[in-house]
């Protein structure tokens, strides 16, 4: 069977074969056939005529463009919804523009938002705290764009060590702080007039952002940033080496180009350093040899928590890393134990 059908104001024709077992026998099965996704097979939006064996022509053809003029009519209201809600997302988050310019402005805190903002320093709890002063604090930012839009993120305290060094410790994931110097606090903190990034705990240890002033929302790494700064030459062949082995320190002396053969040396010839995120119960950093790191992170929108292991820099990976399981139905303990059985392999090659 066949049907020959004249599509569009071209008056193009068209011609479908049916196959036997799906032949409509009937008037409705032959509605249905046409009115399913067989017709939506062209690109032309208005059927003229249809014809086959049957004297359903006319009625067909209404059929059909109605379906059609339904179409047409959803893709306008989905525009206009869409239209709706982007002028929703801009007045919002210019209101969050405007709690940013309150927050960052010392003398003007009747804003409720804003003073629940500064309450909230009192919920974090930075590690090492005995070891120096609190000089200033403050709440950080609201987000002005994305899934977050209007959470506070990043707040931070100016301290003083016992050699009266001033430098920064930053808040940017569940027990996680990182340090920057004094002199980086416009580069990271409020790069432009009403931008301030929000700076976040890569899954590969370094604190990093996608929403740093015209970059594309490209993913920036601060410890990138903040070394660039200071040499301005391009170095396409070095990378950027945490001198104390620790990636949450960014303050600009503890950061320098490098070989990746001065950094592996760099690693051989210094103990795994504490880092400022904690290992998890039962793991100590005695427990984790050479080459093998921890991790953990958020995934999935109701950003549940997952840790896992990896070996990086040795010299027989053919990869950048190795990844251990992130399943959290397996016990930590078997994770390293896995992951250490996975690094004698790469040792024994």
């Given at each position: ?6 599509t569009?104001?071209s008056?193009?024709?068209?011609i479908v074969?049916?196959?036997k ?18 017709i ?28 059609n ?15 709706k809600e982007?002028?929703?997302y ?10 940013n310019?309150?927050?960052?402005n010392?003398?003007?805190?009747d ?20 070891k120096?002063?609190?000089?200033s ?41 990182t340090?920057f ?6 580069e ?8 301030y990034?929000?700076?976040?705990f ?18 920036i790494?601060?410890h ?41 040396e ?6 795994r ?9 039962g793991?100590t ?16 929108p ?12 040795h ?22 134990k896995?992951?250490?059985e ?8």
């Open positions: 069977m066949y049907l020959l059908i004249y569009g104001m008056v193009t024709k068209k074969k049916v196959s077992d799906k032949q409509p026998k009937t008037k409705v099965d032959l509605i249905k056939f046409i009115v399913n996704d067989n939506n097979n062209f690109d032309d939006t208005e059927v003229i005529k249809i014809i086959n064996n049957t004297d359903d022509n006319k009625y067909l053809t209404k059929t059909i463009v109605k379906k003029k339904t179409i047409k009519d959803k893709d306008t209201s989905d525009q206009s919804n869409e239209i982007k002028r929703k801009e007045k919002r988050s210019k209101s969050v523009i405007e709690l310019r309150e927050l960052y010392d003398n003007s805190k804003n409720n938002y804003v003073k629940d903002a500064w309450k909230t320093l009192d919920e974090y709890n930075i590690p090492n705290k005995e120096f002063t609190i000089i604090a403050h709440p950080g930012h609201f987000v002005t764009m994305g899934y977050d839009t209007g959470s506070l993120k990043n707040p931070y305290w100016l301290v003083k060590d016992k050699d009266n060094k001033e430098f920064y410790i930053m808040y940017c994931f569940k027990d996680t702080y340090y110097s004094k002199e980086e606090f416009k990271i903190i409020n790069p432009a007039i009403d931008i990034p929000t700076w976040h890569h899954t590969t240890g370094y604190i990093a952002t996608k929403s740093y002033p015209n970059h594309d929302n490209t993913m790494y601060l990138q940033l903040v070394c660039k700064k200071y040499n301005v030459k391009e170095r396409d062949n070095l990378s950027v080496d945490h001198i104390n082995q620790n990636k949450l320190d960014n303050q600009h002396t503890n950061l320098r180009f490098a070989t990746q053969s001065l950094q592996n760099n690693r051989g010839k210094r103990k350093q504490c880092n400022a995120r904690p290992l998890p119960e793991v950093h005695a427990d984790i040899p050479k080459y093998v790191v921890y991790y953990q992170g958020t995934y999935g109701q950003k549940k928590m997952r840790n896992w292991f990896c070996i990086e820099q010299p027989k990976l053919e990869k950048r890393r190795w990844e251990g399981t992130k399943s959290m139905a397996i016990d930590i303990k078997e994770k390293l896995q992951t250490k996975k690094l004698e392999e790469y040792d024994k090659m």
